[in-house]
């Protein structure tokens, strides 16, 4: 077997760990209830990745403080706040995960302090270990007390002690890492402090020094106790990250620092370095989107494992099973820790390890689903797997009998429709009038960084296949095709074309489609009209081909309309446009385009871009002509996808699912 080295065991502390995976900690936000426990959505979550073959369970950040940062993260489990009831909801949590061999570790947080969720902070005033600005908001945190620092560090002991009760077999401390509260502390940019917790770096560690003391004090020195660690800041200046390949001045921690951490952090008693990059003021670090490159934390983990002794976790965008092997047989790390693609697919570990990993769903880095839902809905889900955080609420309902279903459009939604259905019974057939499946994420993933949306497409050409779906390509269906066959319900997911402007010289004005699919070619300087998603990404892929782009919006500023809705995929995809090299005129208003020159009106005066082209990214338009020649003929009909609205690729799914599921 190719990767058999990855279903090697490992040990953190004397836990023996059956494989090199681990579910990668996130937000657990919505799966707690209000007194503090794991919810039955919770428990259902991290026993279906530990069904799924993971070897260790992470949870996402839980609390043990009530007293200093007791507005920090909604919906989250506290292990102290009633300790019986936390201890009896996770014990069903921990026997279940144990079930199928797999260990679970509790992920405690120090607190946030100066990144504090807005929408959580209420009228409280954001701490920190001195008198600095917010993250967020044009606020002076208050510096805490050495009162308050114990009582956090006691807090940690008991929460832990409450842990090892509910059967975990270990905790991670939330961290030195990615600028939360005990990071602060730990980074001199941050921390001011002249007392004992200031000043050295051993004084700034010395909070999370106390902490693991506290634990080891209150638990044994048996109970293996992980940390969360970035080992390098990647900040320029307040509230500035670097982007990838840009030379700066590190204002936070260094490598040279970050190694030196390293080594006193497991001299202090920490088992194991679940290690990465960034911090929130450069947090497409932390939570890199599809822009970032595939296993970018590889480099840094290599260089903490060759100066430390306990294992080290690897993340970031580790989804390649090649590259995973890779890591582990060059010693760049012990454990791969798979996060997203294990929302997108809580089977990916059984299903590389019994040789299907063509049937992996593949996560697709666009945050849509997990952390914009966290960060503007409290709740963590996926894009591409609805039934992720809901496991039980979305499970596959049975049915009495099979009916044939006509799809009619082989996009995203018409796709996961047909895959639903066929799961539960029923007899789909998909209709797709172009010569291949996948439809809007053809061109979308033309960029090569959105390499993972056509392995979405193929995924689920691959479903299609296991499943016998027929697919019928290049076909258009009229409204005579569908009267004449006899299906017991129909699904329109026709999707949706290009808006388009006229203007002057038409022969060289394209759609942002035509030129991500190659069937136009748009010369060496461009014009792109709309400085949306599809726009900003467009611009990107033709820089990197070397072409001049200029990027022309009438809104104030790019991305204000639909853009991501994650705020770190958003943010480097701003700072990216500029620094490739992307021109940008922001409130303006296309005039005319001929003889090569587009003329704008910007700020009441005019300026012309000299161009080859004009591509056009203003939009989309539903295609539904076909539903609504069908609504009053066919008795069962559904409008599905982008034919029903325009959205994004995480809607068409969740919408497709949920109709799918209950015919």
Not at 188 to 211: K, M, V
Request: with cysteine; glycine share 8%.
């Amino acid at each position: 077997m190719k990767y058999k080295k990855l279903f090697t065991p490992v040990k953190i502390g004397k836990v023996t760990i059956k494989n090199r995976f681990a579910l990668g900690p996130m937000g657990p936000l919505g799966l707690a209830d209000a007194q503090g426990g794991f919810n039955q959505r919770g428990i259902d979550y991290y026993v279906e990745r530990a069904k799924g073959g993971t070897g260790l369970i992470i949870t996402g950040v839980t609390f043990s403080d009530c007293q200093v940062e007791t507005q920090s993260m909604p919906n989250c489990p506290n292990s102290t706040y009633n300790p019986v009831h936390f201890i009896r909801t996770s014990r069903e949590m921990t026997e279940r995960v144990h079930a199928y061999g797999s260990k679970i570790f509790l992920q405690m947080s120090g607190g946030f302090g100066r990144v504090t969720i807005p929408t959580n902070l209420g009228e409280f005033p954001p701490v920190a270990p001195s008198a600095i600005p917010h993250r967020w908001l044009d606020k002076t945190c208050r510096p805490l007390t050495q009162e308050e620092i114990r009582s956090i560090v006691k807090s940690f002991g008991d929460g832990a002690y409450n842990a090892k009760r509910a059967g975990f077999d270990g905790v991670e401390i939330h961290a030195v890492h990615e600028g939360y509260l005990i990071d602060q502390f730990a980074i001199s940019l941050f921390n001011q402090r002249t007392d004992e917790y200031g000043g050295s770096l051993e004084n700034r560690l010395r909070f999370a020094r106390e902490i693991v003391e506290e634990i080891k004090l209150r638990c044994g020195e048996d109970f293996p106790v992980a940390l969360r660690f970035s080992v390098k800041s990647m900040i320029k200046d307040w509230r500035e990250g670097a982007l990838p390949g840009e030379e700066f001045e590190e204002k936070g921690r260094d490598i040279e620092e970050g190694l030196e951490a390293a080594k006193l952090l497991v001299q202090y008693g920490y088992d194991a370095l679940d290690t990465d990059v960034g911090t929130y003021d450069a947090w497409w670090w932390s939570h890199p989107p599809m822009y970032q490159e595939k296993g970018l934390y590889r480099t840094y983990c290599k260089m903490v494992k060759e100066v430390v002794d306990v294992p080290v976790l690897c993340a970031g965008r580790m989804d390649n099973p090649d590259m995973a092997l890779e890591s582990i047989e060059n010693g760049d790390c012990d454990i791969i820790s798979l996060a997203r693609p294990l929302l997108a697919d809580p089977e990916y570990v059984n299903k590389l390890r019994a040789d299907r990993y063509c049937e992996v769903r593949p996560c697709i880095s666009c945050h849509e689903g997990c952390m914009g839902r966290i960060q503007e809905y409290s709740m963590i889900n996926c894009a591409v797997n609805p039934q992720a955080a809901r496991e039980r609420v979305t499970r596959y309902e049975p049915i009495t009998k099979s009916k044939r279903v006509m799809i009619i459009g082989g996009g995203v939604a018409g796709l996961e429709a047909a895959r639903v259905l066929a799961i539960r019974g029923h007899k789909p057939e998909i209709f797709e009038k172009e010569s291949e499946l996948g439809g809007n994420l053809i061109p979308g993933g033309a960029p090569g960084f959105k390499e993972d949306d056509i392995a979405l497409v193929n995924f689920y050409a691959k479903q299609m296949e296991i499943l016998n779906v027929p697919v019928h390509l290049n076909t258009i269906v009229t409204k005579e095709d569908v009267l004449k066959e006899k299906y017991d319900a129909v699904i329109v997911a026709t999707g949706s074309t290009p808006k388009r402007i006229i203007l002057e010289d038409e022969a060289h004005v394209y759609t942002a489609t035509e030129v991500l699919k190659k069937e136009k070619q748009c010369g060496d300087s461009v014009a792109i009209i709309g400085g949306g998603l599809v726009g900003c990404e467009a611009a990107l892929w033709l820089a990197e081909q070397g072409k001049k782009v200029t990027i022309v919006e009438m809104m104030p500023h790019l991305l204000a309309v639909n853009g991501p809705l994650c705020h770190a995929n958003k943010e480097m995809l701003e700072h990216l446009v500029p620094y490739k090299g992307v021109e940008s005129i922001t409130s303006a208003k296309v005039t005319s385009y001929k003889d090569g020159v587009l003329t704008v009106l910007c700020n009441n005066e005019e300026r012309q871009v000299a161009c080859e082209s004009v591509i056009l990214s203003i939009g989309y338009e539903e295609e539904n002509k076909l539903y609504h020649d069908l609504e009053f003929e066919v008795p069962e009909i559904y409008l599905l996808g982008d034919a029903k609205k325009v959205s994004n690729i995480m809607y068409g799914i969740w919408d497709a699912f949920e109709v799918a599921n209950h015919i």
